[in-house]
């Protein structure tokens, strides 16, 4: 079962959610973080860290004493990685979306294949969690593919919770799609109501049964409630805005680990969750 807890913009508590959630379900879960550009999952999971590798993509090199300025590489590329000026190739790899094309259309097999890093992955345990998450390196701005690597760490055998990045655009596909369910995390204010509408629309376009999580619910307007009730998303837990919810997110201490009762409705979540994918209505 993947199950990804995604949100239309940051600061919603999508992380919140996420952990707590797999720290309910246990030891028969792991934890994907995907959300490679700021991971903060392993402040309230603190996992143990047993292994670590660096993750690299292809980018061109090209040898001038083979090429014949064919200017080929340059149609190919979309993303103006590889360009001719003059009598001379030049290669941008941070531009490159490591596609290959370049290799393939090269006439004189003058272009080969060099390497650039672009993160880390990190493995370990938390509790019995198996916990895998991406650094992406500092300054590097493609964060898909770093994205792809966390998801091919996943068990198949397993519950598996994906954390995915905030926002709605291209690394949220990334770590979205092939999932089993989708929980939305946002908050009732105009701002996260317009993230939700676009991210929700993501997720039907990707055919992804999904339910909502408000969180500060007692604080903001009606706009999210409305919203969901006219597009028939079950809303399965609802946070208040709470002084001691937050006092424990500052410490990094999970709501499941602290208050009993904050263990109790998330098993509950858990169980509505399953109840939707087992296709009994709302889950509620």
């Not at 959300?35 to 001038?64: G, M, N, Q, W, Y």
């Not at 003059?86 to 003058?110: I, K, M, N």
Request: proline share 5%.
């Amino acid at each position: 079962m993947l199950i990804a807890v995604a949100s239309g913009k940051g600061g919603t508590g999508k992380t919140t959610v996420a952990t707590n959630l797999a720290l309910t379900i246990g030891k028969d879960v792991q934890f994907l973080d995907c959300d490679v550009d700021e991971p903060d999952a392993h402040l309230f999971l603190r996992p143990e860290i047993e292994r670590s590798e660096v993750v690299k993509v292809p980018v061109p090199e090209v040898d001038e004493n083979l090429c014949n300025l064919c200017g080929k590489c340059q149609e190919i590329c979309q993303f103006k990685a590889i360009v001719l000026i003059a009598d001379r190739v030049l290669t941008f790899h941070e531009l490159c979306h490591s596609c290959g094309g370049c290799f393939e259309v090269c006439p004189q097999r003058a272009i080969s294949e060099g390497d650039r890093e672009l993160g880390i992955i990190e493995e370990g345990f938390a509790d019995g969690i198996r916990f895998v998450h991406g650094r992406l390196r500092i300054g590097e701005a493609m964060d898909g593919p770093l994205i792809r690597e966390v998801r091919k760490r996943a068990d198949d055998s397993s519950i598996t919770i994906i954390a995915a990045p905030p926002g709605s655009s291209c690394p949220v596909v990334e770590a979205i799609k092939g999932v089993d369910f989708v929980l939305l995390v946002t908050e009732p204010t105009p701002f996260g109501l317009f993230d939700l509408k676009i991210v929700h629309r993501v997720v039907e376009i990707l055919g992804i049964p999904c339910a909502l999580v408000i969180n500060r619910a007692d604080v903001g307007d009606s706009g999210v409630k409305e919203y969901a009730k006219e597009k028939e998303i079950p809303i399965l837990l609802e946070i208040p805005f709470d002084r001691r919810i937050l006092e424990l997110y500052s410490e990094g201490t999970a709501l499941v680990s602290a208050m009993d009762s904050w263990k109790e409705r998330f098993e509950e979540l858990f169980g509505k969750i399953k109840k939707i994918l087992q296709g009994e209505g709302n889950g509620k």
